[in-house]
């Protein structure tokens, strides 16, 4: 079974940086790739970014390029989420997730991946 564990969330002003990071608990010879999403009160889920095993290949949201980065580091089984300069709109619950069944190009849409962490809360003050 997969666990992913996000932690770094918090509370931060306007102009800030947080860094999120997401531990997998996995056991596994597939490269999986491995993205973040995320979701504000009364909106749907929405995708933020994503990176296949190797680091080669990553996707942002138009709203965030430009200001997150995202990372990993394969012999911790861990991703992460740099962002800086936050704003108000980025405020949401970020929930990584892990997909071990997709060929090729990782995917945007939240629905093809097979396992979800429990999401850390970011809140960006204006």
């Known amino acids: 079974q997969v666990q992913l564990v996000e932690s770094g969330g918090g509370l931060v002003q306007a102009g800030g940086s947080l860094r999120l990071s997401c531990a997998a608990s996995v056991r596994t010879v597939r490269r999986y790739t491995m993205g973040w999403f995320r979701q504000a009160p009364g909106k749907a889920r929405e995708f933020v970014a994503t990176?296949?095993?190797?680091?080669?290949?990553?996707y942002y949201a138009d709203s965030v390029k430009g200001r997150f980065t995202i990372s990993r580091d394969n012999a911790k089984n861990t991703v992460y989420l740099q962002m800086n300069n936050l704003k108000p709109e980025d405020t949401a619950v970020y929930s990584c997730a892990l997909d071990l069944t997709r060929i090729g190009l990782p995917s945007i849409v939240g629905d093809e991946y097979d396992y979800w962490g429990q999401g850390t809360q970011v809140t960006v003050s204006s």
């Open positions: 990176i296949d095993w190797a680091g080669a290949t990553t």
